[in-house]
């Protein structure tokens, strides 16, 4: 089973910049589509963006196109997320599976890492 970290959260002003990074050991990312969820205080955990394994499209939530820019660096896969707002609080997660879809969905991705917080907040 893949094993997964993530890095990069923290406390950042509404309009900053934060870049998480997503980590394997022992394994290639390469071969996974790599997803990156949400979970905010009280809400269900949400898909942000995925990337696929091959050559294919990229997902953005409508929430984040614009803002947020997922890449393949190395055995990494990195979310750059920029003019950042309150409502992008959560807990972000990095999942490996399969497939992106037509969206990504928790039930395709069956290696997750720990998590980490982000707070946007004056």
């Known amino acids: 089973q893949v094993q997964l970290v993530e890095s990069g959260g923290g406390l950042v002003q509404p309009g900053g910049s934060l870049r998480l990074s997503c980590a394997a050991s022992?394994?290639?990312?390469?071969?996974?589509?790599i997803g990156w969820f949400r979970q905010a205080p009280g809400k269900e955990r949400e898909g942000v963006s995925c990337?696929?394994?091959?050559?294919?499209r990229i997902y953005y939530a409508d929430s984040v196109k614009g803002r947020f820019t997922i890449s393949r660096e190395k055995n990494m896969v990195t979310l750059q997320m920029n003019s950042l707002k309150s409502e992008d609080t959560a807990v972000y997660y990095c999942a490996a599976g399969w497939s992106c879809g037509p969206y990504p969905t928790q039930r395709d991705f069956n290696s997750w890492g720990q998590g980490t917080q982000v707070t946007v907040s004056s």
């Open positions: 990337i696929p394994s091959t050559e294919g």
């Open positions: 022992g394994f290639t990312l390469n071969y996974y589509a």
